[in-house]
């Protein structure tokens, strides 16, 4: 049976044709083919294959993921963006990473995803799903969007507000984190509720645990309909007297990891936080002062040039899932 890798890069970036060509490469001299997802490309579209190579940020992974959806197949990513939480190398390392991956040489860590359920006011129910969140926002910039939040069945508090975000441990450092919401370890099981500048007393930032339900509902007095987007890419639009149910999905999404490295040194690369001064070594287990000046290289720097710790520190979102 042949070997099928799907390429799914995003072609907008310079840097993605000299990087689809040596991931094509690898895969090639490994015995498997590559195969290039067309930029309108649906899942149907695919044939079968075992392995993916994600060429991008943020935004592209998040494609990739709606392709891979329920298959089981690993992503692979390599970021050509401007921060990547989602990537696992660097635009330098692609042969080697590819590599690896065609010969099994990495970890699957499997991420939380939302199932979404719309319930709108003519019976009519709409499904869908999200890696990072499920942002309801207001359908009219000029006007308020009056919701009532729901958690496990019961009503917590209603208000006026810009939005509210639903978002995965992974999401929580995309639009979930820019409205204010809390950084979360992606091995946490759980759901954040992220209220975006709400008019109320309360309406604060909720984590719950992975069995609850969370519900929205625009309420029939909203002076704005809603508009339900999932992961920056689908958009459904919420009337009034609509309800949006939010549950953990038994489909996860399956992340290629080929370094160990804990969360805390992505947070450190990524959003370069300063960590000079730093003086945990013994704990760590570095012991010369060579593997310490090492040791303070790659937390700090981990490879990124100035031009990408300048893009981390502004929001953490790749620019093409954007601000939202």
Same mark, same amino acid.
Request: hydrophobic share 45%; proline share 4%.
């Given at each position: 049976m042949t070997r099928r890798a799907v390429i799914v890069t995003h072609r907008g970036r310079r840097a993605a044709v000299a990087a689809t060509?040596?991931?094509?490469?690898?895969?090639?001299?490994?015995?498997?083919?590559?195969?290039?997802?067309? #930029?309108?490309? /649906?899942?149907?579209?695919? !044939?079968?294959?075992?392995?993916?190579?994600?060429? @991008? @940020?943020? @935004? %592209?992974i998040l494609r990739a993921a709606e392709l891979t959806r329920g298959t089981g197949v690993p992503l692979l990513g390599v970021n050509l963006g401007h921060v990547g939480f989602l990537a696992e190398s660097e635009r330098d390392d692609v042969g080697e990473a590819v590599r690896r991956l065609t010969e099994g040489d990495f970890e699957v860590e499997?991420?939380? %995803?939302?199932?979404?359920?719309?319930?709108?006011?003519?019976?009519?129910?709409?499904?869908?799903?999200?890696?990072? #969140?499920?942002?309801?926002?207001?359908?009219?910039?000029?006007?308020?969007?009056? /919701?009532?939040?729901?958690?496990? =069945?019961?009503?917590?508090?209603?208000?006026?507000?810009? @939005? /509210?975000?639903?978002? %995965?441990? %992974?999401?929580?450092?995309?639009?979930?984190?820019?409205? =204010? =919401? !809390?950084? /979360?370890?992606?091995?946490?099981d759980g759901m954040i509720l992220v209220p975006v500048a709400a008019h109320a007393l309360f309406a604060r930032p909720l984590v719950v645990g992975p069995a609850s339900r969370l519900a929205l509902e625009v309420l029939e007095r909203s002076p704005s309909p809603g508009q339900l987007t999932c992961d920056g890419r689908r958009t459904v639009e919420i009337p009034q007297g609509s309800r949006v149910e939010i549950t953990r999905s038994d489909v996860p999404v399956r992340l290629a990891r080929l370094s160990p490295a804990p969360f805390t040194t992505r947070l450190v690369q990524k959003f370069a936080l300063p960590v000079e001064g730093w003086r945990g070594f013994a704990s760590a287990g570095v012991d010369d002062e060579a593997d310490r000046d090492e040791a303070v290289l790659d937390e700090a720097a981990g490879g990124s040039n100035g031009q990408d710790a300048a893009g981390a520190g502004r929001t953490g979102l790749d620019d093409e899932v954007g601000a939202r």
């Open positions: 060509r040596e991931a094509v490469r690898v895969l090639e001299s490994a015995g498997i083919e590559a195969v290039l997802a067309a #930029e309108d490309a /649906v899942a149907t579209d695919l !044939p079968e294959f075992e392995l993916a190579v994600v060429l @991008g @940020g943020d @935004g %592209t499997e991420r939380v %995803t939302l199932h979404v359920r719309v319930l709108l006011p003519d019976g009519d129910v709409r499904e869908d799903w999200a890696l990072n #969140e499920a942002a309801l926002e207001k359908g009219d910039r000029s006007r308020v969007l009056e /919701v009532a939040v729901e958690v496990d =069945g019961r009503p917590l508090s209603s208000f006026g507000c810009d @939005g /509210v975000v639903a978002a %995965t441990a %992974t999401g929580s450092t995309a639009h979930a984190f820019s409205a =204010g =919401g !809390p950084v /979360v370890w992606p091995d946490v």
